[in-house]
């Protein structure tokens, strides 16, 4: 069935709630253990194309001088056919782009050291994937990133202005180190919001009698029958480095009460006083001054409460926080559950299916009001949360713009990249899905992560084969009616007065969340208490003030309605 994508003033989006701003995959991604990148070198092979792909570059004018990009993206791997997608763009574009790409691949686990590293080196780097809950931020503040502006709305990128409309760029300006607004990213998203949830074993939930999963309860009679009889298997798979169960957890209280930001490694909540003051709070501290239902302890530190609870009980690894590979252990059946999203289920799932005989994997939805179809559940900004970004020293800016150009020109254009080759990966079911070919392996085929380059609500296909729930939750995040606008949508913080301070205290925030979000303390106050003490050593004073400073000018202009 046809995605329903609302027309609205922003296309985009990724909102959170306090448990979604913590986390990370993000928006979606998964987290191997590599110490070294992959990547996909330039060939000089290229296939032959039976149709060609409308190109913004003019066919017949010579061909620029060949140039090769070099793309820094986060993934755990090289993805399936790589290589046979950049020949087959090779083959369409040589007499008009002429443009060759490397592409690397960062693993997760070490994303962030290894692209400051790059970044730092001066080595070529041409793209690199960046996010508000990566390091996009600071990045800006520093001076790090090539301001886009001129490149969009403007007749010689016809591509890039067909599929990012003026209102949608506007609402994904960042603010920068001088304090003025500018495009600093190619923004990706196909809705208006992220929402995670829970990949269980649905073979194990129907083996032991179970039914549908809806709520946290349920979901915990899954693991105890998971821990009782599957011999071998942890019931709940962590990543080590991300300090929280997941986005799925969230508490019970209205979305417009929990706001909260990454700062880098810092994750300050805040609420709204009626004059427009703010309070901002660090784990650690009183919670008193924060919205109805977020002072409340079981709702605060609802994830580290949960976290302890399930360490204890045996539901998650002893070593919880040596692991690197979630995803991997739950596609190769030692994992019964791992946090996922519907961009990454169908790949997930085909790997699970083709690796442990007989397993089907299932998603279960439980932030609150959501399944239900519920109005208004649901906190957005209507921003993009995933950014392709080009470092102010590439001296192949233009060359990078005409490749995305390119491939926002057409339907078949974005295809190629986001689903593979047509008749060989994918092919299309009516004219917004597609399937995999009979006959054709699904743990082999094509399986680009599209937020890292490819997402935009012009083109979306769907998988024809997704579960209902899926489709249903594809439903309920494309329409606008079921968001709440948050009061603080168009805050773009200006970390540069507090940059050194937020590198120092993220340090120690960090290893304060790690112990305590991932249940290794029964007495996770104390150590955000101990956190907090050595943080006021080294500014945290300074950023409380400047982020309640810029918050509260922001709300002069923009009065919580």
Not at 96 to 114: D, H, R, S
Not at 270 to 294: C, K
Not at 395 to 409: C, E, H
Request: glycine letters at 8%; proline letters at 5%.
């Amino acid at each position: 069935m046809k995605r329903r994508i609302k027309q609205w003033k922003v296309r985009t989006g990724l909102a959170l709630a306090l448990a979604v701003i913590i986390a990370l995959t993000g928006c979606n991604g998964s987290n191997k253990g590599n110490e070294a990148s992959s990547s996909v070198e330039p060939s000089t092979t290229a296939t032959a194309s039976e149709s060609a792909s409308a190109s913004a570059t003019d066919t017949k004018a010579a061909p620029p001088e060949e140039v090769t990009l070099q793309f820094y993206l986060i993934h755990d791997k090289v993805p399936n056919n790589m290589q046979a997608v950049l020949d087959e763009f090779y083959n369409e574009t040589k007499d008009t782009l002429n443009t060759k790409i490397a592409i690397n691949f960062v693993p997760w686990a070490t994303a962030k050291e290894k692209l400051a590293l790059k970044l730092a080196s001066g080595d070529q780097v041409d793209v690199v994937f960046d996010a508000q809950w990566q390091t996009m931020s600071p990045n800006i503040s520093k001076g790090i990133y090539l301001n886009l502006d001129k490149y969009f709305n403007n007749d010689e990128y016809p591509g890039l202005k067909k599929a990012f409309g003026p209102d949608y760029i506007d609402n994904n300006k960042f603010v920068d180190g001088s304090g003025e607004k500018h495009i600093y990213g190619i923004p990706f998203t196909q809705t208006f919001g992220f929402l995670q949830g829970v990949m269980i074993r649905k073979d194990l939930r129907e083996k032991y009698g179970l039914p549908e999963i809806k709520s946290v309860a349920e979901l915990e009679a899954y693991f105890d029958a998971v821990l009782k009889n599957e011999k071998g298997v942890v019931p709940f798979g962590l990543n080590g480095g991300i300090p929280s169960l997941g986005n799925w957890l969230v508490p019970n209280v209205p979305p417009q009460s929990r706001l909260a930001m990454l700062a880098g490694e810092v994750l300050p909540t805040y609420s709204i006083n009626a004059d427009g003051t703010v309070n901002v709070v660090f784990h650690g501290e009183d919670i008193s001054a924060l919205a109805e239902g977020m002072n409340k302890k079981e709702n605060f530190y609802q994830g580290e409460i949960k976290a302890r609870e399930w360490y204890t009980k045996g539901y998650l690894e002893k070593d919880v926080i040596s692991q690197k590979d979630p995803i991997g252990f739950f596609k190769a059946g030692k994992f019964a559950a791992i946090a996922g999203d519907t961009a990454g289920f169908v790949a997930t799932n085909n790997e699970l299916k083709s690796k442990v005989p007989g397993a089907e994997g299932e998603l279960v939805f439980l932030v609150p009001g959501v399944m239900e179809g519920t109005p208004k559940s649901l906190l957005s900004d209507f921003k993009a949360w995933n950014f392709a970004c080009i470092p102010a020293n590439s001296k192949n800016a233009d060359r990078v713009m005409k490749f995305f150009d390119w491939l926002n020109a057409s339907q078949d254009n974005h295809d190629l990249f986001e689903l593979g080759i047509k008749g060989k990966d994918w092919e299309p079911v009516g004219d917004s899905q597609y399937k995999v070919p009979d006959g054709v392996d699904i743990g082999k085929v094509y399986d680009f992560p599209g937020y890292m380059m490819t997402w935009n609500p012009t083109y979306i296909r769907t998988n024809a084969n997704l579960p209902e729930n899926i489709v249903h939750i594809n439903q309920y995040l494309g329409d606008t009616n079921n968001f709440i606008k948050s009061p603080t949508s168009e805050f773009s913080l200006n970390a540069e007065p507090i940059k050194n301070e937020l590198t120092k205290v993220g340090q120690e925030y960090k290893k304060a969340r790690t112990i305590a979000g991932l249940g290794l303390t029964d007495d996770y106050e104390g150590a955000y208490k101990k956190m907090i003490e050595k943080a006021k050593k080294l500014g945290l004073e300074k950023i409380r003030a400047e982020i309640k400073k810029q918050l509260e000018e922001y709300l002069k202009t923009h009065p919580v309605q």
